[in-house]
């Protein structure tokens, strides 16, 4: 069964770092785009950081120059590298691959900033 299983999650004091690993079943991973998106308490869902499978990425302006994301083809995993954390990037952080038929999610991860 496809699945994306993430890691990497947890609590930062605020300009620290984490890396975000998302590693998906590799009939899933080589035809499909995969995502970062986040959801803070009391918001809806937003797309964090996108990159498509010829390697295009695209960010929310507010994570630019921030966070980068990459796919490693080989090992069929996506990651997201999040520097200079702010406390409003406290969310739960959930993969996604995305395709023609739909988006198939990870079942997130918490990361929290403390100020």
């Known amino acids: 069964q496809a699945q994306l299983v993430e890691s990497g999650g947890g609590l930062v004091q605020a300009g620290g770092s984490l890396r975000l690993s998302c590693a998906a079943s590799?009939?899933?991973?080589?035809?499909?785009?995969m995502a970062w998106y986040r959801q803070a308490t009391w918001k809806q869902r937003e797309l964090v950081a996108r990159?498509?499978?010829?390697?295009?990425?695209n960010y929310k302006d507010s994570v630019k120059g921030r966070f980068t994301i990459a796919r490693d083809n080989v090992k069929n995993t996506v990651y997201l590298q999040m520097n200079s954390l702010k406390p409003e990037d406290t969310a739960v952080y959930y993969c996604a691959a995305e395709g023609a038929l739909g988006t198939l999610w990870g079942q997130g991860t918490q990361v929290t900033v403390s100020s």
């Open positions: 990159i498509t499978r010829g390697g295009s990425t």
């Open positions: 590799g009939s899933i991973f080589s035809i499909h785009d």
